[in-house]
């Protein structure tokens, strides 16, 4: 029988492949950033839309990006809690936002210095978002950075593209990925998480091929684009709690995860925003061995296979090494 403590999952060594950070700020990371916390937004209740999260993590990424002060205080604690929670590989995703009184080029300066900064044993990485809800001039802005920084600084691995897909334009996004995969960047991709966005799925596979695939909830194993997913071995990044709480799966039993998992593809449990959906990687883990019955084993072997899909090729060996030990 699994051992289902929470504090026996939190043991393992984890490998968080898909997180947001704003999205990973909890409201008590905030509390001291704020003069009066009652301004502070309120998580949304227990019917909330996928529209409804997406705002919520805007009014939230409101307060981070502020002040390089509020954006370091943030960033540092969203690093603590996952290194607490047991993760030794992180990747964590942000768009640069020009705010009131930082530009793009700053806000990603911080972010690299304050992981620089970061003081834990869990190896750090930043994939740089690209927000396809926004304009087409915006997109290009963080693709831009992401070639540049992904030259320049072994911190970025990788690009993202993310953010509300019911504003998203499929051309956009596709010119702006294709012109980052001619460039060379990795590239993790939001795909197939709602019905509106299924018209972009097979062009966004067979096109810009991406390297690792975000939610696919909506790409079934037997489909055209599952098949194509299988015969590519691209990794699916699987937000559990995230999908639950946005009604794109209605039940964890029905969770794709699982289907993926028992035809041996590699998938890797996330958390998406962890602050929002108030859930951590060792509760994605209770959820898969209450729901699945996964061992300890099962899990370790999750993280020790999804090893080789990583972005950074460079720490493949020490987490190698961490898991075998
Ligand atoms: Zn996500």
Redesign the pocket.
């Given at each position: 029988m699994a051992d289902l403590e929470l504090s026996s999952l939190t043991r393992i060594p984890k490998i968080e492949l898909?997180a947001?950070l704003n999205?990973c700020v909890r409201l008590s990371h905030l509390q001291d950033l704020v003069e009066d916390s009652s301004t502070l937004p309120s998580r949304p209740g227990a019917n909330a839309t996928p529209r409804q999260y997406f705002q919520f993590m805007s009014a939230v990424g409101h307060v981070t990006g502020s002040s390089p002060h509020n954006l370091r205080v943030v960033l540092r604690r969203v690093l603590e809690d996952f290194e607490a929670d047991g993760v030794v590989y992180l990747e964590l995703r942000s768009s640069p936002k020009h705010t009131g009184s930082m530009s793009k080029v700053e806000y990603v300066e911080t972010i690299l210095e304050t992981m620089c900064e970061y003081q834990g044993e869990m190896v750090v990485r930043y994939l740089v978002s690209v927000d396809q809800s926004k304009s087409l001039a915006e997109m290009n802005e963080n693709a831009d950075l992401a070639i540049h920084y992904a030259a320049t600084s072994p911190l970025v691995v990788g690009l993202d593209l993310?953010g509300d897909f019911y504003s998203a334009s499929k051309e956009h996004s596709m010119a702006v990925l294709q012109r980052c995969k001619n460039a060379g960047l990795k590239i993790a991709c939001?795909i197939a998480e709602d019905p509106t966005t299924l018209d972009h799925t097979a062009d966004m596979l067979r096109i810009i091929g991406p390297d690792r695939l975000?939610?696919a909830t909506l790409i079934l194993p037997d489909s055209e684009d599952g098949k194509f997913v299988k015969e590519n071995n691209l990794l699916i990044e699987c937000?559990m709690t995230?999908n639950i709480l946005c009604r794109s799966v209605l039940k964890y039993e029905d969770h794709h995860f699982k289907k993926w998992y028992d035809l041996g593809h590699p998938v890797i449990l996330c958390t998406?925003?962890s602050g929002t959906f108030d859930t951590s990687l060792s509760k994605e883990y209770q959820i898969a061995v209450k729901s699945f019955g996964m061992s300890r084993d099962d899990l370790k072997k999750m993280n020790f296979d999804c090893i080789r899909w990583i972005f950074d090729d460079d720490v493949k060996d020490r987490l190698y090494e961490i898991f075998k030990n």
């Open positions: 898909h947001h999205g993310c939001h975000g939610h937000c995230s998406d925003d």
